[in-house]
Structures are given as structure tokens and as C-alpha cells.
């Protein structure tokens, strides 16, 4: 049977994914029209904050479930205007021939750490207080933000720069649905997110 652990774990899913479905097409649109570096300086800076209090409320044995929803939900709205951002950044940091490379490099990163994270995390829990994992995860955004900072990359756009509105969102979404590749792809990954 399906208890409040149940619920529970799904009422996280859901404070998980709304924040998606909400804000990824604006950072999407903010990705392309801002300094990409800027978006994903800030929105790595809301991670990092996030699991710091986080930390900080599961140290003092203040953290309820009210905390770890708002703070899972600030986490994954501020994933989905960072994470445009970092895909966007790619073309502009390596050489056109090394761009493929630089991609599938990417992609098996965001996979070993999909993978290597939660089992080194359970590993930890083993070891530690949760306060503890949570300072750490906290700590690792540095080096992310560090990275930022000292990021020299090749600005594709030219000319003034684009306004993040309903239409910049419009006009992806026509983009998307007209080219057949695309749509397939993005609906495939969307039911894929959307059933999991």
C-alpha cells in the first residue's frame, strides 16, 4: 500500500519538475538573449545557496518538510535557467572542429555524474550526517562558479541584444515544431522527464 512516505516522495518529484516545466522556457529565452555566463554564474550562485541552507537547517535539526520542498524546488528552477545557458556556452568555447567532441565530452560528464554522484552520495550517507553531504554538495558549486569567472568565450550574437517575452518563447517553440528532427527528439525527451 501507498503511504505518506509515498506521497511524500512524489510531493519531491513534484517540486522537482514544476519548476521545469515552469522555467525552462524563459531561461531558454534568457540564454539567448543575456551573457550566457552571467545566467549560469547566478543560477549556479541559487544552487549553491539553496544547498547551504539546506545544510544549514538539517545541522540545527531545523529542516522540515516545508524547507525541503521549497529549497528542491529553488534548486531545480534555478537547473532549469542555468542549464540553457551552460548547453548554449559550448559552441562558443571550443574551435568548430572540435565541437562534436566537445559535445559527446559533455554528455558522458553529465552521465558518469547522473551515476557517480547519487552512489558516492550513498556511500557518504553511510558515513555522515546528511548536514554534512549537503555542506559538501554546497562546497562543490565553487568550483563551478570559480570556472565561470575565469571562462573566456567568443560571443556569437551580434547587434542588440534580444528581449526575453512571450514572443522570443513563441518563436522557439515554432523553431522546435517546424524542424521534424527536433520535435521528435524534444518529445521523446519530454515524455521520457514527464513519465519518470
Request: hydrophobic content about 55%; aromatic content about 10%; charged content about 10%.
Amino acid at each position: 500500500t501507498l503511504g505518506g512516505d509515498a506521497l511524500g516522495l512524489g510531493t519531491l518529484g513534484l517540486a522537482r519538475v514544476l519548476p521545469i516545466f515552469v522555467f525552462a522556457l524563459i531561461g531558454g529565452a534568457l540564454a539567448d538573449s543575456t551573457d550566457r555566463r552571467r545566467v549560469l554564474f547566478v543560477s549556479q550562485a541559487f544552487a549553491m545557496l539553496s544547498a547551504l541552507a539546506l545544510a544549514v537547517l538539517t545541522l540545527s535539526g531545523a529542516a522540515g518538510l516545508l524547507s525541503i520542498y521549497v529549497l528542491t524546488a529553488v534548486n531545480s528552477a534555478a537547473t532549469a535557467f542555468g542549464n540553457p545557458a551552460r548547453q548554449a556556452l559550448v559552441p562558443n568555447l571550443v574551435p568548430k572542429e572540435d565541437f562534436t567532441n566537445a559535445v559527446s565530452l559533455n554528455s558522458l560528464i553529465m552521465q558518469v555524474a547522473q551515476i557517480g554522484g547519487p552512489a558516492l552520495a550513498g556511500l557518504l550517507i553511510g558515513r555522515a550526517s546528511m548536514g554534512w553531504i549537503y555542506a559538501i554538495n554546497a562546497v562543490t558549486f565553487s568550483s563551478t562558479l570559480i570556472a565561470v569567472v575565469v571562462m573566456r568565450y567568443r560571443d556569437a550574437r551580434s547587434g542588440a541584444p534580444a528581449r526575453v517575452d512571450l514572443a522570443a518563447i513563441v518563436a522557439g517553440f515554432r523553431f522546435v515544431f517546424n524542424a521534424r528532427l527536433l520535435r521528435g527528439t524534444m518529445l521523446l525527451d519530454f515524455w521520457a522527464t514527464f513519465f519518470s
